[in-house]
């Protein structure tokens, strides 16, 4: 496997993003493979923009004439090229959830779901897309994850696409659709003996050994902002306004910023109108370093180890958790976490009465929107936006013995009619039970 080299890049357009920032101490950087400040204070590094020059290009009806993917918004993203990686990306529904609003005596509920994300069906696809365009620029030819699941999905898939190299690496217990939903695009899969944080700590080793792009190593900067995109998504898709309130699911909290940030750039740029914006995160009881930190009003985060079936938000040490947590803070929000089997619960709610069938993070969003609503924590007039990250079929096992089983029969009319009002006594049983 080959480390990055020098390639033209091919651009016909001035970038508007300038370089890169420390999130801490306002060091500046070249646009390179880098994510930390390792001149001053070892902050994490973001990408900074012109947006002058993005306001002088950019208007609600250039965007609507662009593709029907992340990249309508390339303007605010940190690529170069005309010619970015698009499998076609973005652009999932943002569905009205009346049946889910009336269970949870809300009125303006939104789901936005990116359980149908392109290719992969989970939000990943978002950022590996920008992660693998910015790299192919750099230089690099193999690329690389440390992943709870969905991420390594979405990194072999595109790269395979843009015909790169690429070696995942993962813990080793992770639910089988995800690890098969990996190997089916023939990429190096290392399964590693133990939790993502262990993972990750490998995978910061490999990268400065091996020199290779590292999608949520050293090219964290670029990656995460195309998580910006479910942020500018929302705002068009509600009539270019913003939302009262929004939950999402927090693992290293880069998710929630992001989303922030893309609203904060739509209205520095006059895309939107400002307004308050509430934002809430949701995690697993077993995993929840941040949701504990906001209840006991700390500033830092205390590392965990993680022990939930909510893998792919299982990070017991969130390299973003502490940005996540001032703007909860700053917007009136609120962190709350969730048991395994609040969890369960969250993803057959949204099952029966959306027809989505999410993931176990997307179980503990729907699971903390409904423990906010019951909590009055919602205002049932404001409108709310849930992020689904990711889709069911990859994590079946959390569900496994929580659902119902077929009826078998016999290919005869009595036999379907005996079965049928079998059928209907245990749903008047069931419906009885949920009245008491």
Known sequence: MTQAVDTPRTASRQATFTGLKCKECG????PEAKHVCEDVCFGPLEVAYDY??????????????????????????????????????????????????????????????????????????????????????????????????????????????AGLECCVFIPADLEAGKILGTLIYDPTVMAVQGNYDQVNRLCSEVANTKGWGFVNINLRPYYSEGSKTLGFEVAEQLG??????IVAPLASGSLFSKIHKGFQEFIKVGLVEDKPVRFSGAQAEGCSPISQAFKEGRDFITPVKPNTIAKSIAIGNPADGVYALDIARKTNGTIEDVTDAEIIEGIKLLAETEGIFTETAGGTTIAVLKKLAEAGKINPDETTVAYITGNG??????????????????????????????????????????LV
């Open 52 to 161: 002058d020059a993005i306001r002088r290009q950019v208007t609600r009806e250039t965007i609507q004439a662009g593709p029907n993917s992340i990249w309508r918004y390339r303007a605010f993203l940190p690529v170069e090229t005309d010619t970015p990686i698009d499998v076609g990306t973005g652009m999932t529904p943002l569905l009205s959830a009346q049946r889910l609003a009336r269970r949870l005596g809300l009125k303006q509920l939104y789901i936005k779901n990116d359980a149908v994300n392109m290719p992969t069906l989970s939000f990943k696809d978002r950022v590996v897309s920008v992660a693998l365009t910015r790299a192919r620029e750099l230089g690099f030819t193999t690329v690389s994850c440390a992943s709870t699941g969905n991420l390594a999905n979405s990194t072999a898939a595109i790269a395979a696409h």
């Open 240 to 245: 270019w306004q913003l939302p009262d309130h």
């Open 393 to 434: 079929l990859k994590t079946q096992e959390a569900v496994k013995g929580y659902i119902g089983e077929p009826l078998t029969i016999e290919p005869k009319l009595n036999s379907f009619e005996r079965a049928w009002e079998r059928a209907n006594t245990l749903n008047r049983l069931e419906w009885q039970q949920t």
């Open 27 to 30: 060091e500046t950087y070249q």
